[in-house]
């Protein structure tokens, strides 16, 4: 069964970082291409970041650039989301999302989501 | 950067077909995807390339792309399927996944 399982969401300040972490069990990670999506609160989902297989691909949702920084180590099934500068506009709910089809470079479609980790930016 | 849009509701009477568009420039090349999010849960994926449904999704899930607007339609609408769904893309031109705004579902 695939299970994603993030952890490290919490309470800021403005200006401070959080490192978000996801751990991936119930399939081979190190074929999928994995993105984090967030969500405010009331708000519709938004694209964060992705990340390839072998991380050779990255890409950032047009915001976040250079604020954000997305790693894996697939020898510890684990994705991580390193938020840096943090804003009150970044508060939301973050999910580690699954690519829908090993062996993408790029992301495409997201069939299996986590529960997601509550992030609250507030001073 | 690429925008798709949706309507914000959708309302449908029980048993009835619900259409629910994402609108966006030359859509119909791009392979569209939808997801539903029922409140306090995380999305899940419907539909995938227009019109594939994922293993555990009714039949009553399709999807169509033409021209500017992609659909979703769902046959025989049931009061579980009150829910928020929001269509995605991937814009190569920019390499950005879009989402769309949601449309809230509201079986009457």
């Known amino acids: 069964e695939v299970q994603l399982v993030e952890s490290g969401g919490g309470l800021v300040k403005p200006g401070g970082s959080l490192r978000l972490s996801c751990a991936a069990s119930g399939f081979t990670l190190s074929l999928y291409t994995m993105t984090w999506v967030r969500q405010a609160p009331g708000k519709g989902l938004e694209w964060v970041s992705s990340?390839?297989?072998?991380?050779?691909?990255?890409y950032y949702g047009d915001s976040l650039k250079g604020r954000f920084t997305i790693s894996r180590d697939n020898a510890k099934n684990s994705l991580y989301l390193q938020m840096d500068s943090l804003r009150v506009e970044d508060m939301g709910v973050y999910y580690c999302?699954?690519?829908?089809?090993?062996?993408?470079?790029?992301?495409?479609?997201?069939?299996?989501w986590g529960q997601g980790a509550p992030v609250t930016v507030s001073s | 950067s690429y925008v798709v849009t949706q309507p914000p509701s959708v309302s449908v009477a029980p048993g009835q077909t619900a259409t629910i568009i994402c609108g966006g420039d030359d859509i119909r090349g791009k392979s569209v995807h939808w997801y539903q999010q029922k409140p306090g849960q995380a999305p899940v994926l419907v539909l995938h390339?227009?019109?594939v449904r994922p293993s555990g999704i009714p039949e009553r899930f399709s999807g169509s792309n033409s021209g500017n607007t992609a659909s979703l339609t769902i046959s025989g609408v049931e009061a579980g399927d009150e829910a928020d769904y929001y269509c995605?893309?991937?814009?190569?031109?920019?390499?950005?996944?879009?989402f769309g705004g949601g449309t809230k579902l509201t079986v009457l």
């Open positions: 990340i390839s297989s072998t991380g050779s691909h990255i």
């Open positions: 995605q893309v991937w814009d190569s031109r920019s390499d950005l996944v879009v």
């Open positions: 390339d227009d019109n």
């Open positions: 999302v699954r690519e829908g089809a090993p062996n993408f470079l790029r992301p495409n479609y997201f069939d299996f």
